[in-house]
């Protein structure tokens, strides 16, 4: 309905899990990072939970679309209280036939099927969506289930997503034996008011429209009445676009989106975490320009053949206090856990203006300058691409990524980096020759870390870890300028 008027290809805010508006705030990123982590490492058990609407089978679905040829992938999505037999539903979500069989009969195909699969070089994983609804004897099953292996490998790896009852079930007594075989678990907390903000700028101009439709104020609302859970986020957003284009409004703000919570608030259906009332200064926003569209048409309620002006600044929120100071070095994002789950590097403290998303350069860049630009090497693919997706939500550009090998290696131009990070265990056996003399005569920065410590924060999350690497790296940069030494310390 609006989407012609806001200059939309397709709707932004639907409800549907969509793997191509997925928006990888550091929390969502994270669970990413594990979930690639457990099918790499061949891990037993992957579980990932969340709050309801939080991002669960949008992660799922991008990670499904991205998986390499060699894994067999069963989906389970549909589960309920009454689910019935297991091995029927494993047996389907493979498209093995089953059909008759007594339970014996679908164990040993079952078996037959994940063997020939591993013969082929194919490794079997079953994702199950929604795996709350399992009760502690289905997830008994399950784990009696993975217990086919052969010699070493993991010819069984299984992916449970569901919400916060997940883990409330896999912390009962009774299941102390499937909880010694997770690998790997995270929960995925609701966004901040900087991620929501910028949630919603990912998804409109994923959507081909203007990312500034919502103004920062309405940003902050649509977080204060959603609590920052996406799908609810989704809700509010769609609704306030239809109000909008009922009003013919260029730009959403604070006052539409706080009338939206509110009658949906006054319906009883809708979980608004805030009372819906008006904030001071919502009355006076300023809605009557707008950001001008990327296409050649004119931007809604502009006439044709006229100029958009440029947006005018949003007005800072009555009542806000400014941001704390940071204690790290200037430019370092803190870190944060949460609750005792394992979290990434959170954003950068909030900006003058709530719901401001900030603008580049990020974390470590000066205003003005560009981005350091990294290269990462690392024996270990997992360790790779963790330390490239923590170092990018830093503020750093990894512009290279690859595994510790001499012609890799020597094909990098130094020129075009300038750090060269490498990630090897302290204290083992020295390099292979033809890499060291790379290094040695590497024209630029170069420092080592620790790859013991890089897994110890990819398996368990080290809150530290992050901040650490990234003071490192700007520390390091002078003294290498200089001539310094190179090694594991600070630089």
Request: aromatic letters at 6%.
């Amino acid at each position: 309905m609006y989407e012609r008027f806001y200059n939309l290809r397709e709707k932004p805010f639907t409800l549907l899990p969509d793997p191509d508006f997925l928006f990888l705030s550091d929390k969502h990123r994270m669970a990413l990072t594990l979930l690639e982590y457990g099918l790499t490492s061949q891990a037993g058990f992957t579980v990932i939970s969340g709050e309801i609407g939080a991002g669960k089978t949008t992660l799922i679905r991008h990670l499904l679309n991205n998986m390499d040829q060699e894994y067999t992938v069963g989906l389970i999505s549909n589960t309920h209280r009454s689910f019935g037999e297991l091995l029927q539903w494993i047996l389907q979500a493979f498209a093995i036939d089953h059909k008759n069989m007594g339970k014996v009969e679908m164990y040993q195909r079952f078996v037959d099927f994940i063997i020939d699969e591993y013969a082929h070089n194919r490794r079997t994983v079953l994702i199950i969506d929604e795996a709350q609804n399992l009760d502690a004897e289905t997830l008994e099953e399950l784990r009696m289930l993975s217990n086919i292996n052969a010699d070493k490998d993991m010819t069984l790896q299984v992916v449970l997503s569901g919400q916060r009852e997940l883990r409330d079930t896999l912390q009962r007594p009774d299941l102390v034996q499937f909880a010694q075989r997770i690998t790997v678990d995270y929960h995925l907390g609701p966004l901040n008011e900087q991620e929501t903000a910028g949630y919603i700028r990912h998804r409109l101009k994923v959507a081909g429209g203007d990312p500034d439709i919502f103004t920062p104020r309405a940003c902050a609302a649509v977080h204060v009445y959603s609590n920052g859970v996406p799908r609810l986020i989704n809700l509010l957003c769609d609704t306030a676009m239809v109000y909008g284009y009922a009003e013919q409004l260029p730009r959403i703000g604070a006052k539409l989106v706080t009338d939206v919570a509110r009658e949906k608030q006054q319906g009883g259906i809708f979980p608004v975490y805030q009372p819906a009332e008006y904030s001071p200064g919502d009355e006076e926003e300023d809605l009557s320009v707008a950001v001008p569209p990327e296409s050649d048409a004119p931007s809604p309620g502009q006439d044709p053949g006229t100029t958009a002006p440029v947006t005018a600044a949003a007005p800072e929120m009555p009542g806000t206090a400014p941001a704390a100071p940071h204690t790290l070095p200037a430019g370092l994002q803190p870190v944060e856990q949460e609750h005792g789950d394992r979290a990434g590097p959170a954003p950068a403290a909030p900006p003058a203006h709530p719901g401001v998303q900030p603008a580049e350069p990020a974390a470590g860049v000066a205003p003005g300058k560009k981005k350091l630009r990294l290269a990462v090497c690392s024996v270990r693919e997992n360790s790779r691409r963790y330390l490239s997706r923590l170092l990018e939500s830093y503020g750093f550009d990894v512009d290279a990524s690859l595994p510790l090998e001499s012609v890799r290696l020597a094909a990098l131009n130094p020129r075009h980096f300038d750090v060269l990070l490498i990630d090897c265990e302290a204290g083992a056996p020295a390099l292979p020759p033809a890499i060291s003399a790379i290094i040695a005569g590497w024209d630029g920065a170069v420092l080592y870390n620790d790859a013991t410590a890089t897994v110890t924060s990819l398996q368990h999350g080290d809150a530290e870890f992050g901040a650490d690497l990234a003071r490192r790296i700007h520390a390091h940069l002078l003294p290498a300028h200089n001539g310094g030494s190179r090694g594991y310390g600070s630089g």
